[in-house]
Structure formats: C-alpha cells, structure tokens
C-alpha cells in the first residue's frame, strides 16, 4: 500500500541554518505530495504542495521537488528563523477526490537564536 | 481561502458521558470530510471518511459505534464519542475537500478532549 517516511527528529538548528527534512514514499500510481506544519497547540496548515513529477512546491522559504526516480519529496529552506519551529509532517494523496491523506510520523524542527 | 472550523476547541468530560465535536467548511461545500486522531508526539491517524449523505467509512480497528460520524449537509460534519472513556484522550481533527479545490483537504484546528 501507500506509504511516507520521514526523518525522525528532533531537528535542532540555530537561526539561520539550512534545513533539509527528507521524506520519501511508496506509492501506485501518481500521488499528490504535501508538507504541511503544526505550531503547539493547533491543527494542520499546509505548507506546500506538488501534483506531478518535477514540480517544486514553494512556500514562506520552503521548497520541496517531487522526484519520482527517487521517490522523494524533500523540505528545504535555506535560512530558518525561530518561527519555523514545529512539527512538519509529508504527507501523499491519490489524485481522486475523496482519497485521504497518508501522512508520515512528523518530524519536530527546534530552531534557537 | 477555504477555512474549516470545529468546535469545541477543547473539551472536558467525565467518563461514560457522549460528547459532539462539529466540523463546519465555512466557505466552500464539503463533499467529503475525514476524521483524524493525534496522539501526543505522533502523526495522525485516520479514523474514519464520509461523503455529504452517505454513511462513513471506518478504518480498522476504529469503532463505528464508539465513533459515531454524521455528514448530514456539504459543510457540517459531526464526530460523537460515545460512552467516553480516558482512553479516548486525544486530539481530533477533521480536515474537508470540497468541489473546485481537486484534491487538497483544508483541515480544523483540531479538538482536545479529555476525559476524566
């Protein structure tokens, strides 16, 4: 079946670092694949997103390529502030309506000044 | 943009008791919403899926008459915890796809319950 896994965290970096969180999958067909981050406390934004092959997802910073020879969808940022501490989760959708989301374990981001 | 609310936003309740979380998509029709459960440091977990007047689906393992899920209209989907028990301590999410939106889901900012 479909399937994320991520880089288990905690993730700690001082402001301004370069942040990778990689995540890969396992999936038929052609998913859908998002980033999507949790401050404490509070439900699911999503961040970014990318519906076919080569696309780059960007947002607030963050990017993230969908590769399929590699089945990848990485999270990047080049800079990290305070703000972005929190848990960010990868997640796949098939690209019918109705489908659930399939999520990874989430992986918590602490950035220190 | 499309926003889902739920409430309550937190919940306190004494064990045996029911309680109602609601679901709303406040500017689009929902033709879908899913629950999702979170335990603390984890990911989420589906529980179950339903369609605007048809009954929802569970995944396994997950009780439809513990968990009891209406989807009565395109923007109100409710989730009754029947007979709660301090097992059932967690954090709900629903999240909703609607018509015009392909497939992206627009989650709530969850619920806490906590049962005593």
């Known amino acids: 079946g479909n399937s994320v896994t991520q880089m288990e965290g905690p993730v700690t970096l001082s402001e301004e670092a370069f942040l990778t969180i990689n995540c890969t999958y396992t999936a038929t067909g052609y998913p859908s694949l998002f980033w999507y981050v949790q401050y404490p406390g509070e439900g699911l934004q999503l961040l970014l997103k990318a519906t076919k092959a080569d696309d780059k997802g960007s947002n607030k910073g963050f990017e993230a390529t969908y590769r399929k020879e590699t089945t990848s969808f990485h999270l990047e940022k080049g800079s990290v502030q305070v703000s972005d501490s929190a848990v960010y989760f990868c997640?796949?959708?098939?690209?019918?309506?109705?489908?659930?989301?399939?999520f990874g374990k989430g992986t918590t981001l602490s950035v220190s000044s | 943009g499309a926003v889902v609310s739920q409430h309550p936003s937190r919940v306190i309740c004494k064990s045996g008791t029911s309680v109602k979380i609601e679901c709303r998509s406040l500017?689009?029709?929902?033709?879908?919403m899913f629950w999702y459960r979170q335990f603390p440091k984890q990911s989420l977990m589906l529980m179950a899926t339903?369609?605007?007047?048809?009954?929802?689906?569970?995944e396994q393992g997950v009780e439809k008459d513990k968990f009891l899920i209406n989807h009565a209209s395109l923007t109100l989907s409710t989730l009754t915890v029947t007979s709660a028990h301090p097992e059932d301590s967690s954090f709900y999410i629903c999240s909703a796809q609607g018509l015009g939106y392909y497939n992206e889901q627009f989650f709530g900012p969850g619920t806490r319950l906590t049962v005593l």
């Open positions: 500017d689009f029709q929902a033709t879908t």
């Open positions: 339903s369609n605007e007047g048809s009954k929802a689906t569970y």
């Open positions: 997640a796949l959708s098939g690209n019918q309506a109705g489908t659930a989301l399939i």
